[in-house]
């Protein structure tokens, strides 16, 4: 069962940057694609990167291209989401997501941290 847990959430303020990391356990993480989603209040849950299992493609929502950047160390079992020029519209709770690679879906979610930027 693989479990993820993120963190680096908070408050800044806009054209701020903020780096947020999703621990993996369990085991098999170099077999998982990682992706990272949002939800603003009031909005649906949109994807806003994925990285497949040997860092070697990346995959950005357009809103972010240019600002954000999805990378993972699969010694340390972890993912990064490193967030530049951030921006008011850009506050969510941001949740981790794992899938095997064979899978079609994301099965496996973290609980979620919250990202505010100030305007």
């Known amino acids: 069962q693989v479990q993820l847990v993120e963190s680096g959430g908070g408050l800044v303020q806009a054209g701020g940057s903020l780096r947020l990391s999703c621990a993996a356990s369990?085991?098999?993480?170099?077999?998982?694609?990682m992706a990272w989603f949002r939800q603003a209040p009031g909005k649906e849950r949109e994807f806003v990167a994925a990285?497949?299992?040997?860092?070697?493609?990346?995959y950005n929502t357009d809103s972010v291209k240019g600002r954000f950047t999805i990378s993972r160390d699969n010694v340390k079992n972890t993912v990064y989401l490193q967030m530049n020029s951030l921006k008011a519209e850009d506050t969510a709770v941001y949740s981790c997501?794992?899938?095997?690679?064979?899978?079609?879906?994301?099965?496996?979610w973290g609980q979620g941290t919250q990202v505010t930027v100030s305007s």
């Open positions: 997501a794992a899938r095997f690679t064979w899978a079609q879906r994301y099965d496996y």
């Open positions: 369990g085991g098999m993480f170099s077999r998982l694609t």
């Open positions: 990285i497949n299992w040997s860092g070697g493609s990346q």
